[in-house]
């Protein structure tokens, strides 16, 4: 990675490497306001493969319609570029996997917590229609005692029968469903699978299909030979059910979280010591340090050995303590991203002022020649509305596309029309000037007028491409800030 790459990936400051697994590094950074995120670079190889690029494009455009305070949310991605990028929201805490580990399996009701959260993220997840895939203890950081599911996409980013192929597997042993080891059809089925065996870990600190060679735990997971003798007395049953062999007989993540509820840990007794020596009892979360602890996303050791410590940066502010979500139906709409104030600084040296010089730019040039770039004002705005057609998360059909598309042209030719008969009115300017001038508006409205959005987010977009830094956006806000300024000048007194 050169030099610039270090300080800057696109708006994003970097810090330092925090982590790397075989699909990528994982960074921490800083964005434009100054808040901590974590950003997954992809390795070259991985990069260099299209299909791996394409994919990984789809999910993430899904992703970001997931919405809970139980997930990292995708804040940004960069998928396009030499280095491609996700960015998600960075935990400061430490992974199940390391805090186990560390400190033995958790107390009943932590581990009734942890189901609990888990659950919800899950119902979250599928409710977008997605699939996590690799849920395992070190894809679950502990914020406050809560779990926080991370790494989306990058874990299976490639297809996994692939790598298979040349002796390496997307996912961990032990976690994985049975339908994935065989490489079956994949569904929300397999997250619950993940997610019991996840919990079984936290309340036993042992992997649930045991350890090995890697053939004798991935048969002993098809085969559903968990170690539920191992597992709490009052946990078994709910395990049982989630950890069945057949992917239809699991319930889904709605019926387990209401399963969770019904845990009852007083019926505990058979579990494994916890780290103050008694069953199923010990400290809490609250009184743990809390470091990061990111592991590889590919197949780590089947033994499980303690990870050294690492100082890790200050914590952010964590979110709000979460709600479970009730059977209610205005509960089951995620909740809206809170609104971030706006930074007139950051704007001013961000893609958006770009995008607002080259609008005024190009509206001062079609006043200046109204005919030649207005026609090609139109087409930018439909080619625009095509792209953000063909690569936006919310397709709608084709002929709807097409229809709003010639609405909105029309609209905004209504708008020149008004704007041409107000100012001949008005009786200050010449004809031609007054026309020329409503060509200038015809071109605004191609970008304001309600109706507009896919333009304006396809404009971003390629922006956000085009523009690879901090430093390559002062740039071109410096050359087009006087570029703006003399074509407007030279618009407004072509007609006097």
């Given amino acids: 990675m050169s030099t610039q790459t270090q300080e800057h990936l696109g708006p994003y400051r970097v810090i330092g490497k925090i982590g790397e697994g075989g699909m990528g590094v994982v960074h921490l950074g800083l964005d434009g306001a100054g808040r901590e ?3 997954k670079v992809l390795h070259p190889h991985v990069a260099a493969d299209l299909k791996a690029r394409d994919r990984l494009f789809r999910e993430v455009e899904t992703m970001r319609r997931v919405r809970s305070p139980y997930v990292a949310e995708v804040i940004d991605a960069e998928l396009t570029g030499g280095r491609p990028y996700v960015v998600t929201r960075f935990a400061a805490g430490r992974t199940l996997e ?8 958790l107390a009943a009701a932590e581990v009734v917590t942890l189901a609990q959260g888990l659950c919800q993220a899950l119902v979250d997840v599928h409710a977008a229609g997605v699939i996590h895939r690799d849920l395992k203890p070190s894809n679950v950081m502990l914020v406050d005692g809560r779990p926080l599911v991370i790494d989306f996409g990058i874990a299976h980013l490639v297809n996994a029968s692939r790598l298979t192929q040349t002796g390496m597997f997307v996912g961990t042993p032990g976690y994985l469903a049975p339908e994935i080891i065989r490489d079956s059809q994949i569904t929300q089925a397999a997250d619950v699978h993940a997610l019991a065996s996840t919990v079984f870990f936290a309340a036993t600190g042992l992997p649930p299909f045991g350890t090995g060679t890697f053939e004798a735990v991935c048969f002993n997971t098809m085969e559903g030979r968990a170690q539920l003798d191992k597992a709490p007395a009052w946990l078994r049953d709910w395990l049982t059910r989630a950890l069945q062999v057949d992917p239809a007989a699991r319930p889904g993540a709605r019926e387990l979280l209401r399963m969770s509820g019904a845990l009852d840990p007083t019926g505990r007794g058979s579990g494994a010591p916890d780290r103050a ?6 400290k809490g979360l609250a009184d743990r340090t809390l470091t990061m602890d990111i592991v590889s996303d590919l197949l780590p050791p089947v033994e499980y050995a303690p990870r050294r410590q690492e100082e890790r940066p200050p914590p952010y502010v964590p979110a709000p303590a979460p709600t479970l979500h009730t059977d209610r139906p205005e509960d089951r709409r995620p909740p809206a991203p809170p609104a971030q104030p706006f930074d007139l600084r950051r704007f001013l040296t961000g893609s958006g002022f770009v995008g607002v010089l080259a609008l005024v730019t190009l509206m001062a040039f079609t006043v200046i020649m109204p005919v030649v770039v ?3 004002a139109a087409a930018l705005s439909v080619a625009l509305r095509a792209g953000d057609y063909f690569f936006g998360e919310d397709r709608p059909t084709l002929s709807k596309a097409a229809l709003v598309t010639v609405g909105h042209l029309l609209l905004s030719l209504a708008l ?8 001949n009115m008005a009786g200050r300017l010449g004809t031609s000037h007054a026309e020329s001038l409503a060509a200038g ?7 304001v007028l309600p109706g507009a959005g896919p333009v304006r987010r396809a404009a971003s977009r390629t922006l956000h491409r085009l523009l690879p830094g901090h430093s390559a956006t002062v740039v071109t806000v410096a050359v087009m800030g006087p570029v703006a300024l003399t074509s407007v000048i030279v618009a407004l007194v072509q007609g006097q």
Avoid at 441 to 447: D, K, Q, S
């Fill in 374 to 376: 207005g026609l090609l």
């Fill in 441 to 447: 508006v015809f071109t605004l409205g191609l970008f």
């Fill in 416 to 423: 020149g029309v008004v704007a041409a008969g107000f100012l």
């Fill in 37 to 39: 995120v974590a950003i």
């Fill in 98 to 105: 390391s805090a186990v580990l560390t400190d033995g399996p």
């Fill in 277 to 282: 020596g008694r069953p199923g009892g010990g």
